[in-house]
């Protein structure tokens, strides 16, 4: 390498406040302002705060996950695919960077309905999101950002970051506004969710907030996907730690003290995004603008975010010979423009999806949640499996790591039972044309396309799917 050629590379790394702000502009998107209503519909305070603490104690065992994965395995990059490949061998590797990739894309839908949503109380053609006008519009802003993530990644992460810290800003100022309009009467009202006081009734409105949890936590494992950026490898998962604890914290804060301003029924009733009419009921109309606006600068922060760590995974799978070599092509910038392609066309393919759907943004938050489970399921197995010497290397820290790594495993597996046989059915739809890539792989190399084993998992979600779309027929299945 030459001097000029390191000197360039060395100044494409990039530091820990950085990588940290790409956890954060990761997590907090369009998640964070639908909260009031998607928590309101499901359950009450007690119930929020249920599942805020089994999701923020989950989700901190898989950050904990990731942060032992990339000091202990710091040779594999693109983090959720890498340490599903290096667990379980090739094709589940393929299926997490594959899962991981279309998850991303389908949460960047989410967050152009929410924001044609927003935009509706201002232009009525844009509706609830979905629309044709709405659609119209956000195809134009998907290759728009395109062509704008083609001039560099680090230009890219260098505009997300200061993206973060704008956002950051009306979130904060609602949190602490409607702490001090908090009504003690109206909070203390909406403590059961309406239900009489029960552990039953209970556990299934905690259940049924798992997949928005999910939602708005997605993007822990940010910095861990541009590991190869870092500047020094421990910055990954001190960022990737530091990024969710900060959004812990306001993502509880946000949900549990809008139950002190409405009533519950209110609260689900909101027009998304729904922060905005909890502040509009405390100081008027301005709010709900206020609100419009943070939500506009943070939904396409998180969007350019998203859309490059989608890329990444693409064309590091591609470069590791594990996705078709044409996703290996880059640009002048050391932008995957290949990766960003595709990334950029399937995102298109499912906005189009949505004009089909009543409640647009409510199916793309449960759908991308649901792609993302078995990405994270993989990466805490194979956590599991180092911890417990199970990969041939001596076990570190077993009582920690071990606890931490099992840990992470049974809340995955709890996440996959929340999202219930609807989502992993149009999961299995999604993953099933994705196989074609797999095997277009497998024979530029000459190689046996599927196992015995992978041969199995391949005819379980094929039938997956093909139940999935019979569903989807018949109107068993709704989007």
């Known amino acids: 390498m030459t001097t000029d050629t390191a000197t360039t590379a060395a100044a494409r790394k990039l530091p820990l406040p950085t990588l940290t702000a790409m956890v954060v502009g990761s997590m907090v998107g369009a998640g964070v302002f639908s909260l009031p209503r998607n928590f309101a519909q499901?359950?009450?305070?007690?119930?929020?705060?249920?599942?805020?603490?089994?999701?923020?104690?989950?989700?901190?065992?898989?950050?904990?996950?990731?942060?032992?994965?990339?000091?202990?395995?710091?040779?594999?990059?693109?983090?959720?695919?890498?340490?599903?490949?290096?667990?379980?061998?090739?094709?589940?590797?393929?299926?997490?960077?594959?899962?991981?990739?279309?998850?991303?894309?389908?949460?960047?839908?989410?967050?152009?309905?929410?924001?044609?949503?927003?935009?509706?109380?201002?232009?009525?053609?844009?509706?609830?999101?979905?629309?044709?006008?709405?659609?119209?519009?956000?195809?134009?802003?998907?290759?728009?950002?395109?062509?704008?993530?083609?001039?560099?990644?680090?230009?890219?992460?260098?505009?997300?970051?200061?993206?973060?810290?704008?956002?950051?800003?009306?979130?904060?100022?609602?949190?602490?506004?409607?702490?001090?309009?908090?009504?003690?009467?109206?909070?203390?009202?909406?403590?059961?969710?309406?239900?009489?006081?029960?552990?039953?009734?209970?556990?299934?409105?905690?259940?049924?907030?798992?997949?928005?949890?999910?939602f708005v936590f997605l993007g822990v494992e940010g910095a861990s996907v541009y590991s190869r950026y870092a500047r020094r490898r421990e910055d990954v998962g001190r960022?990737?730690?530091?990024?969710?604890?900060?959004?812990?914290?306001?993502?509880?804060?946000?949900?549990?003290?809008?139950?002190?301003?409405?009533?519950?029924?209110e609260l689900a009733e909101l027009r998304q995004p729904s922060m905005a009419g909890v502040l509009e009921a405390v100081v008027g109309p301005w709010g709900s603008v206020f609100i419009g606006v943070g939500l506009i600068v943070s939904v396409l922060g998180a969007y350019l975010a998203w859309t490059l760590m989608a890329a990444e995974v693409l064309f590091v799978a591609a470069r590791d010979d594990d996705m078709p070599a044409f996703l290996k092509r880059e640009n002048r910038e050391g932008v995957p423009?290949?990766?960003?392609?595709?990334?950029?066309?399937?995102?298109?393919?499912?906005?189009?999806?949505?004009?089909?759907?009543?409640?647009?943004?409510?199916?793309?938050?449960?759908?991308?949640?649901?792609?993302?489970?078995?990405?994270?399921?993989?990466?805490?197995?194979?956590?599991?499996?180092?911890?417990?010497?199970?990969?041939?290397?001596?076990?570190?820290?077993?009582?920690?790591?071990?606890?931490v790594a099992a840990l992470a495993v049974v809340y995955t597996a709890f996440l996959i039972f929340a999202a219930g046989l609807t989502f992993l059915l149009l999961s299995c739809i999604i993953y099933a044309p994705g196989m074609i890539l797999f095997v277009i792989t497998r024979r530029e190399h000459g190689r046996r396309v599927f196992s015995p084993a992978e041969l199995v998992l391949f005819v379980v979600v094929l039938v997956g799917a093909v139940v999935g779309v019979a569903g989807l027929a018949s109107g068993l299945i709704t989007i």
Request: aromatic residues 12%; proline residues 3%; glycine residues 12%.
């Open 239 to 265: 960022a990737t730690v530091l990024g969710f604890l900060s959004v812990l914290a306001l993502f509880a804060s946000v949900s549990v003290l809008s139950y002190g301003v409405l009533p519950k029924a």
């Open 337 to 403: 423009v290949a990766a960003l392609v595709m990334t950029s066309v399937l995102i298109t393919a499912v906005l189009a999806v949505t004009l089909f759907s009543d409640d647009a943004f409510a199916f793309t938050l449960k759908l991308c949640s649901s792609l993302s489970l078995v990405p994270y399921l993989l990466a805490a197995g194979y956590a599991l499996r180092l911890a417990g010497g199970w990969e041939g290397e001596a076990s570190r820290g077993p009582g920690k790591d071990l606890l």
């Open 42 to 214: 499901a359950t009450g305070v007690w119930g929020a705060v249920i599942a805020w603490t089994i999701a923020g104690v989950g989700m901190l065992m898989l950050a904990f996950v990731f942060q032992t994965l990339a000091i202990r395995k710091p040779d594999l990059n693109a983090g959720v695919y890498a340490y599903a490949k290096a667990g379980f061998g090739e094709f589940p590797g393929f299926f997490s960077a594959f899962g991981y990739w279309a998850s991303a894309c389908v949460g960047n839908v989410s967050y152009w309905v929410l924001i044609k949503s927003t935009l509706g109380t201002v232009v009525p053609g844009f509706g609830e999101g979905n629309t044709l006008l709405a659609v119209a519009a956000s195809v134009v802003g998907v290759w728009a950002f395109h062509f704008m993530i083609m001039r560099g990644v680090k230009e890219a992460a260098a505009i997300n970051r200061i993206v973060t810290v704008a956002k950051l800003v009306p979130i904060l100022l609602f949190v602490v506004i409607i702490a001090v309009a908090l009504r003690g009467g109206v909070f203390s009202a909406n403590l059961w969710g309406g239900d009489a006081p029960s552990a039953g009734a209970l556990f299934g409105q905690v259940k049924a907030t798992m997949l928005v949890t999910v």
